[in-house]
């Protein structure tokens, strides 16, 4: 797709000289790497003069020059002697997005390109010891979803099917330049496998770590993750109780995890469907839905304001440090630096708003996704996640056989910053079969 825009809209011959025609506006911050240049050259060949192949040579050395200079990744030694990326309060490099800055970091010159995608209230920056040890052998890219990290966090409906995985697509188009194999943990495996239904041309495969994302039948998993993260505060407990009454989900009165269908909103314990005080069914039935109407936008209010609240509340570095034990076995790698790197893009203006539509958004179910994927998939699995348990991965592999599934021992929610060096071989490994 670049090579056909760039062959189309940057020159023309007149009267033998080339003039370069004004750029498109989504090429600014485009990095054209060399074999684009000369696959372009190849195809050019077939069909074009040796003057408009010079005259394309020019325009892409145009908007090579014109492009901001790629910021390396860099690395550097922890306290424990493992190399890994340097924390940059500034970030690395950004690419305009439909009008948005899009952060990302970038590694290596060589072999397949890996697209790797954070989880929920990460960044690009997780994926900090596995970086530099991949682009060894392969272009590596690390991007921030828009909402997370450095890249912009715009009022839009982040719960829409197709954002996420239309930005990732057209970062590999526009960026990458040729089909990757997408990585993603948590809620970045759901953009990940989301992108690789809606835009299948631009993904090689898929590794899915832990990765987040209801099944159609099932609310209560996914709910009692999001409940996990919120405070056990007055606060944070009315965000749960919002978060229940909106969704049907209760709390189990066995275990406190909450379960789904426990009853219709609008209809109080104890009660039966079919009748209310007394009253017939259906003029109970259109009292509720009347209540429902009357009360959703005070209902909404309080949802919204117990969130903001609890949004302020898990923003701190005290509070990140908890989340992140509750969920890490190598708990050495909890340090200033990740929880720095969780904190510091939280601070926008927009943040906590945009924590409010992401966690009660609705995407596509799981189990519809993999019903129209076609792709090889890797499952990396933390087999110690509190949030998202080794079933989850087996429930995928039955659902879509074709998948492979490594279950990582004494691993939590994140492998990939948890075990980067068993993260790294596995991913290796297995992309050099596809």
């Known amino acids: ?10 020159s023309e011959l007149t009267q033998g000289n080339c003039r370069l025609l004004q750029r498109p506006a989504n090429f600014r911050n485009a990095v054209i790497p060399l074999r684009v240049t000369l696959k372009l050259s190849r195809t050019l060949t077939r069909s074009m003069d ?11 050395q145009e908007l090579t020059r014109n492009a901001p200079p790629i910021v390396e990744a860099g690395s550097e030694v922890d306290s424990h002697g493992i190399t890994r990326l340097p924390l940059r309060r500034e970030g ?24 790797l995608i954070h989880g929920f209230g990460a960044s690009a920056y997780h994926w900090r010891y ?19 990290g450095w890249s912009d966090k715009p009022l839009v409906e982040y719960s829409k ?18 089909p990757a194999v997408v990585a ?6 759901y953009a990940s496998l989301a992108t690789a239904v809606r835009y299948p041309e631009t993904v090689k495969g898929v590794v899915l770590l832990n990765a987040a994302g209801r099944f159609e039948e099932v609310k209560a998993e996914a ?62 039935k259109e009292e509720t839905s009347l209540l429902t109407r009357i009360t959703a936008p005070f209902k909404e209010l309080a949802m919204r304001g117990t969130i903001y609240t609890s949004f302020v509340f898990a923003k701190q570095p005290k509070r990140i440090r908890q989340v992140l034990q509750q969920v890490y ?45 076609d792709k090889p998939v890797l499952l990396l699995w933390g087999a110690d996640d509190p949030w998202i348990r080794p079933q989850s991965a087996e429930r995928i592999r039955s659902l879509y056989p074709r998948a492979e599934k490594v279950l990582l021992p004494g691993v939590g929610h994140c492998p990939q910053d948890d075990a980067p060096e068993r993260v790294n071989e596995e991913l290796l490994k297995w992309v050099a079969t596809i």
Request: some cysteine; charged content about 20%; glycine content about 10%.
């Open 223 to 284: 709910q009692a993750q999001v409940e996990a993260a919120l405070p056990s505060t007055e606060a944070g407990q009315g965000a749960k109780e919002a978060l229940r009454e909106a969704s049907g989900v209760e709390p189990d009165s066995s275990n406190g995890n909450p379960v789904s269908g426990a009853r219709p909103t609008g209809q109080s314990l104890g009660s039966s469907p079919a009748s209310t005080s007394g009253r017939p069914a259906a003029s109970a």
């Open 130 to 148: 596995n970086i530099n040890e991949l682009a060894k052998t392969h272009r590596v890219f690390a991007v921030d979803l828009l909402g997370f």
């Open 50 to 60: 040796r003057n408009m192949i010079a005259c394309v040579a020019l325009a892409s």
């Open 329 to 373: 076995k190598n708990e050495q790698n909890i340090d200033d630096e990740l929880v720095n790197s969780i904190v510091w893009p939280a601070q926008g203006n927009n943040a906590a708003e945009v924590f409010y539509r992401i966690i009660t958004g609705e995407g596509t179910p799981v189990n519809v996704l993999l019903n129209e994927l």
């Open 184 to 189: 993603g943990n948590s809620l970045g495996g």
């Open 161 to 178: 099917y197709d954002l996420w995985p239309r930005q990732l697509s057209t970062f590999i188009n526009e960026v990458i330049g040729e």
């Open 92 to 115: 690395w490099n950004f690419w305009e997005w439909e009008g948005r800055k899009i952060h990302y970091i970038t590694a290596g010159d060589k072999g397949t390109p890996l697209l």
């Open 1 to 10: 797709m670049m090579l056909n825009r760039l062959a189309a809209g940057q």
